[in-house]
């Protein structure tokens, strides 16, 4: 039998850790924080700067609810309004607006919280604010009727505005691309952060520059498309005084979607386009929304994402000249 003194010799030993190492790997690692923290923080931009970068010869900024809402409007003839979506400014309508501008009056905004447009005085960000911001817009605008499209959160807003009782007269033709409403509550990843306590705080001053290109390239289908300049826009208009703090105010809100209910009650011609490759909102989603709404017409684009309007400019906005001229 072995001795005691065998087993005590076949016990492994104890490592004792080295006190050097251990603070090494400390002093690594705050230096990893504090340079991430460093390289992400940027203060806000003054809108003077942003607009003298990113506005049109076209743009107006026009007082309404408090606010000086940036605007493009192009062109003469029936008003179209163009609504863009979350994450977004009216720069997303660029093609559409060259092209329809040539027969009628094209109007995009950047919507409150956004763009150059920045947040809104109260810090309101309700569904139903932005309903009621359209319908002060048009009165600024003066108009009695127009064509309605929105693209996301944008068809959101124009599908509410075109199936309220008191709004939906004065819409003549809807166009809806990639719309929310059917689908599952679920939210992007950016918005998961920007809800969350604590870090929604940080998120006002430290704000990755590359979290918008992995956002472009999760709404794009074709991930080469998603340039340089693209991602810096959309960075630079994300940091103009006020917009993160009302994006993080804005996904703070429990419920910021109508009932989808209503959307039977849309009277408009509606057309219906969808990216067959959108992620954030499956175009399955696409069938509800025309089954909702008696006659409407459907089109589904290969290769495209969450922004028709942008990856495939050219051929979407032909087919919304079809529909307006009651071609398609």
């Known amino acids: 039998m072995p001795s005691d003194t065998d087993i005590q010799q076949e016990q492994p030993r104890k490592r004792i850790p080295l006190p050097g190492f251990t603070n090494t790997i400390r002093v690594v690692i705050t230096i990893f924080l504090v340079w991430l923290v460093w390289s992400n923080w940027h203060e806000n931009i003054p809108p003077s700067r942003l607009i003298e970068r ?6 107006k900024f026009v007082h309404i609810d408090g606010m ?23 720069h997303t309508w660029a093609g559409w607006t060259d092209s329809l501008s040539r027969k009628y009056q094209v109007i995009s ?14 810090g309101s960000y309700s569904a139903f604010m932005y309903t009621s911001f359209l319908d002060s817009l048009t009165d600024c605008l003066h108009l ?32 809806l691309l990639d719309a929310p409403g059917f689908e599952e509550a679920s939210n992007s990843w950016i918005t998961l952060l920007a809800k969350t306590p604590v870090v929604n ?40 005084n006020g917009n993160r703090k009302a994006y993080t105010d804005k996904a703070s809100v429990r419920e910021n979607r109508p009932p989808v209910e209503i959307i039977s009650e849309i009277k408009a011609e509606t057309l ?13 989603n ?12 459907l089109r589904i684009y290969r290769n ?25």
């Open 54 to 59: 990113y506005a049109w010869p076209d743009s």
């Open 68 to 90: 000086d809402v940036h605007c493009r409007i192009t062109g003469q003839g029936k008003p179209i309004i163009l609504l863009h979506d979350e994450h977004n400014s009216l």
């Open 109 to 122: 905004v950047d919507l409150p919280g956004y763009g150059l447009t920045g947040p809104h005085p109260r």
């Open 144 to 175: 009695k009727k127009f064509h309605l499209m929105g693209n996301g959160f944008g068809a959101q807003i124009a599908w509410q505005y075109a199936a309220e009782a008191r709004t939906r007269e004065k819409v003549d033709k809807l166009v």
């Open 201 to 240: 705080r940080l998120f006002r001053r430290i704000t990755p520059k590359y979290f918008f290109k992995l956002m472009l390239e999760d709404v794009y289908a074709d991930n080469s498309a998603v340039t340089d300049d693209l991602v810096r826009r959309h960075f630079e208009l994300f940091l103009l």
């Open 272 to 284: 219906l386009m969808w990216g067959a490759e959108d992620t954030w909102i499956s175009p399955e």
């Open 286 to 297: 696409a069938y509800n929304f025309h089954q909702k709404i008696k006659g409407s017409i």
């Open 304 to 328: 495209t994402g969450h922004w028709p309007q942008e990856e495939n400019p050219a051929f979407t906005a032909h087919e919304v000249m079809e529909f307006l001229e009651n071609r398609l």
